[in-house]
């Protein structure tokens, strides 16, 4: 995918550079790290320079999980959706970017702004070399830079755009419990020794309730108080319960309040498990007694907290829970990520720009929000270029992203791709003071 794009850089004649991030070891294998895209396009003295990131790697995806669709070919259906993986986070907005030069080559207009590309392919796991990249060319590439926006995320319904000023952070944990020296026949053994399996179910069920409240002590003490006037913008923004039932295809939402919904998913923390490696799994019946198991779950964080502070109390509390289970089975806890939770400016002319290009692409005003999922390199940008980020979406809240049959819509895609330019004539129409 990185070579894929480096075609087009050339033939959109961008110059660019390909970053080499190092390597990653994955089952004992050192394999070399997709490069980070480092692209420019205009370097005009007296015009504005926008610096774009996106990523090109995606989530996996297997047929048989439940695509209705081959996941690695694109394909539209009848309704003018686009299916595939990645079609929405991140290759469909990547490409708008690439889409947005073409136009301008095509129409003869002159490019409004000097353009920085970032384009890396190791988002979906964590970014692994790009902080450094950052912080490395903060003087050199990126000196120079305005501001920074990113398309990474998504409308908050499926009906009106909105700009995006915030986001929640993450801390990720796997927790491993180990026992016996290998698996075990349950009819044999089942009964006469520690189950790792029963005490990581035991471990879990003490992390958070069935409507979502984490047990954790110490993850809500630095959340930040609900303010009257934070109140008030909740009431501005158009959302209904429905538009989250539609992106979820079912009514198991926590809440029937619109206000207290938003609340949850922007400015409070949530616990989710995603899954535990070792347990058996497959279609049929085995009597098998793991003999360890890795139990994984997650916290989005909210400003204020630190993730830091988020392992400690993590760690904290499981190893008491563990002691009081009596068991003679080993726990071992680690934290794979940690990112910061990160809040922009809406009122910076960074924003002001895309509001005006979302009026006169979409014809109405967008809702400005948070939203709950996390970018970590929004954070990295902001502190080590001391920039205005945006987060600028193309697709609708229920493109499924990270889920089966992802999608961009037709529509969302070709009116995306005249949102992006149009947002960069705004930017060189607007005052930057």
């Not at 007296?46 to 081959?70: C, F, M």
């Not at 970014?127 to 409308?155: H, M, P, Q, T």
């Not at 994984?296 to 109390?313: E, G, H, Y």
């Not at 563990?322 to 089975?329: P, R």
Request: one cysteine or more.
């Amino acid at each position: 995918m990185g070579d894929w794009l480096i075609e087009l850089f050339k033939q959109l004649n961008i110059s660019y550079e390909a970053a080499e991030p190092g390597t990653h070891v994955l089952d004992g294998k050192t394999l070399k790290l997709p490069p980070i895209l480092l692209g420019t396009y205009g370097n005009d003295p007296n015009k504005k320079t926008i610096l774009v990131y996106g990523h090109y790697d995606v989530q996996p995806a297997l047929i048989e999980d439940g695509w209705r669709s081959d996941p690695w070919k694109l394909t539209e259906d009848s309704t003018g959706r686009l299916v595939g993986r990645g079609s929405s986070d991140d290759k469909g907005p990547i490409i708008g970017w690439l889409n947005a030069i073409e136009a301008h080559q095509k129409a003869g207009i002159e490019f409004p702004v000097n353009l920085k590309i970032c384009f890396e392919g190791m988002e979906e796991n964590e970014s692994e070399g790009l902080d450094d990249l950052i912080l490395r060319e903060a003087n050199r590439y990126f000196k120079g830079v305005d501001a920074v926006c990113i398309s990474d995320n998504y409308w908050l319904g499926v009906t009106k755009p909105c700009l995006t000023y915030g986001l929640r952070g993450i801390s990720y944990f796997k927790v491993t419990v180990s026992g016996p020296g290998r698996d075990l026949h349950s009819g044999v053994f089942g009964g006469t020794v520690y189950e790792p399996m029963t005490d990581l179910i035991i471990l879990f069920s003490k992390l958070v309730t069935s409507d979502g409240k984490i047990l954790i002590p110490g993850i809500n003490d630095d959340v930040a108080e609900l303010t009257d006037e934070e109140k008030e913008t909740y009431k501005a923004i158009e959302f209904k319960i429905q538009e989250l039932q539609s992106a979820i295809e079912s009514q198991t939402n926590l809440f029937d309040n619109e206000t207290q919904t938003l609340q949850a998913r922007w400015r409070y923390p949530s616990l989710s498990i995603h899954g535990i490696e070792g347990a058996f799994s497959a279609p049929g019946v085995k009597t098998v007694l793991p003999c360890k198991v890795s139990g994984k779950f997650s916290i989005r964080s909210v400003p204020n907290m630190d993730p830091d502070k988020v392992t400690a109390c993590v760690e904290k509390y499981l190893k008491e829970e563990f002691a009081k289970l009596g068991s003679k089975n080993k726990l071992n806890i680690e934290s794979l990520h940690g990112a910061k939770a990160w809040v922009s400016s809406p009122n910076h002319w960074n924003f002001v720009a895309a509001a005006k290009a979302v009026e006169k692409v979409f014809k109405c005003k967008p809702d400005l929000t948070r939203e709950g999922g996390s970018i970590p390199v929004t954070l990295t940008f902001q502190d080590a270029l001391n920039k205005n980020v945006l987060l600028l979406p193309m697709g609708r809240g229920d493109d499924g992203a990270h889920s089966t049959n992802e999608k961009l819509d037709r529509s969302n895609y070709i009116q995306g791709i005249k949102l992006l330019g149009t947002y960069l004539h705004e930017v060189a129409a607007v005052k930057s003071t």
